[in-house]
């Protein structure tokens, strides 16, 4: 029996973290990877900058109407390969605190019996698919990197997987509260995911990257909002903590709610899945949120993304073996 518990989340003040150090690449099967410079679409407005397009594409109206986008996932044919396993030593890299603390303090609001606070590196991600011409919503978390620019998400939040094409007017908006966006928003500026996910939208590469444009002020999410750490290799067994934006019933997508357990491995033996899992009953819209080891409060170490809803409410993850990291050095240090 798998202990969680889902509830509102409340907010209190970041703590802490170490600077950030990559551990050193290794080798991995299938860390082939696309990149593509983030597009707006043609209702975008013109005469703007490119993040900007993106940005002032996004009306109230526009976000409120957002779809979930784990259809997404079943419009793509989505499958499962060969699967993934430890491919190495586990290992990580350190999140880091944002370079200020100041800020709203959030609602007060949750089970009586148990607080989690939620995190201001969590956020909603907002995009439009140029292959149906619909607006969609997931969820994302920053990641720390030596270019403080980095945000995690699910790869079928950035392309359609196979035959799909590439979102466009991607934004990110940490600690949304029901519209209320108290940091801001940032606008992509490039796009990452493996091409098992764009090519074959195979679910054990659903993973990705995005690499943001200082916002307005020039300002860099991390430094604003701080920025979690990565691991990977590690047992299939941790305990984590999800931060998400669920948006279809029970959940309305306007604030952050919490699922905390002990992930394990799904399937029987000797036919389990190389994915982790936990039974949280997240809906669609959690898409791409983060599930964090040692969440203390405020950041954690990124150890899977949301990728599917299966029956009797089990959410699973792409399992994060080295190809992962491989990925994240190669995406560090992008401006």
Not at 111 to 124: E, M, Q, R
């Amino acid at each position: 029996m798998v202990a969680t518990s889902v509830g509102l989340v409340t907010a209190l003040a970041l703590s802490g973290a170490a600077p950030a150090q990559a551990a050193p690449a290794a080798t991995a099967k299938d860390v082939s990877v696309s990149t593509v410079a983030a597009s707006t679409s043609a209702a975008a407005p013109s005469g703007l900058r490119v993040a900007d397009q993106a940005s002032s594409y996004w009306t109230p109206e526009r976000l409120r109407t957002a779809r979930s986008a784990d259809v997404l996932v079943e419009k793509a044919g989505a499958t499962s390969g060969a699967g993934l396993r430890p491919t190495g030593a586990a290992r990580s890299v350190p999140p880091a605190a944002p370079k200020a603390t100041a800020g709203p303090k959030g609602r007060a609001a949750g089970p009586i019996s148990t607080l989690v606070n939620a995190s201001t590196s969590v956020g909603k991600v907002f995009f439009y698919n140029p292959a149906d011409g619909k607006n969609y919503v997931c969820s994302a978390g920053t990641v720390n990197s030596g270019s403080k620019l980095l945000v995690m998400s699910a790869g079928h939040c950035v392309h359609g997987g196979r035959g799909g094409q590439w979102m466009q007017n991607w934004i990110f908006i940490p600690y949304y509260n029901y519209g209320a966006e108290p940091y801001g928003r940032w606008s992509a500026k490039y796009l990452t995911t493996f091409n098992a996910w764009i090519n074959d939208s195979n679910l054990d590469r659903d993973v990705a990257y995005i690499t943001m444009w200082p916002n307005g002020s020039g300002q860099r999410p991390v430094d604003v909002v701080g920025g979690n750490g990565l691991s990977v290799n590690y047992s299939y067994e941790q305990a984590v903590t999800i931060l998400a934006y669920p948006a279809a019933p029970p959940y309305d997508g306007g604030w952050q709610q919490y699922c905390q357990g002990t992930t394990y491995r799904p399937g029987i033996w000797p036919f389990q899945e190389n994915k982790i899992a936990l039974n949280c009953g997240f809906t669609g819209g959690s898409s791409g949120s983060v599930w964090l080891r040692l969440y203390n409060g405020s950041l954690g170490y990124v150890n899977g993304i949301m990728s599917t809803l299966g029956s009797g409410g089990v959410n699973k993850s792409s399992y994060f073996d080295t190809a992962v990291m491989d990925v994240f050095n190669s995406v560090a240090n992008r401006t």
